[in-house]
């Protein structure tokens, strides 16, 4: 194990010897020209388009008021609408869908209730584990894919 970190550093020692004897390379010729134009097109660009640092003072106190108007109007239609729009707690208990989906809670709570008391507590724990291990096998055979046909490339 020593030994291969020993070659490890000498073979860095080299490549990196190696890589400062090389020459510098030259820039094309009109990158220089390419580059002063891009950073003039972005000087001239109008404040809205740049970043919100670059806006006017004025403007940034502006936009963030706006911001927080908006936010206290959204905060106050959302109050008037649950006021006004939904149905109260009474009404809603009276309605048909909320007294379906109750009895088919306390359906579900009986039926859950009678099947604990029937099924061992290890059946249950053998389930859930059997549960667990089928997800990892789906997990390992979708990283296995994944790796086959997309890493590999």
């Not at 004025?58 to 206290?72: E, G, H, K, N, S």
């Not at 009474?90 to 029937?118: M, P, R, W, Y």
Request: glycine letters at 6%.
């Amino acid at each position: 194990m020593k030994q291969k970190t020993q070659d490890r550093e000498r073979l860095e020692k080299l490549v990196d010897q190696l890589c400062k004897q090389q020459p510098l390379r030259k820039a094309p010729t009109d990158l220089y020209s390419r580059v002063m134009r891009e950073v003039q097109m972005r000087k001239a660009l109008p404040w809205w388009r740049k970043s919100f640092i670059h806006w006017p003072m004025a403007m940034q106190i502006l936009f963030v008021a706006a911001a927080v108007l908006t936010a206290r109007l959204a905060l106050i239609c959302t109050d008037w609408v649950g006021a006004n729009w939904f149905v109260s707690g009474k009404a809603l208990k009276e309605s048909s869908l909320v007294q379906g989906a109750d009895t088919v809670i306390t359906v579900g709570n009986t039926v859950s209730s009678h099947l604990s008391g029937v099924v061992p507590m290890s059946w249950i724990y053998g389930a859930i584990a059997v549960v667990a291990v089928l997800y990892l096998v789906l997990f390992g055979i979708g990283v296995t894919t994944y790796k086959t046909l997309y890493a590999a490339r």
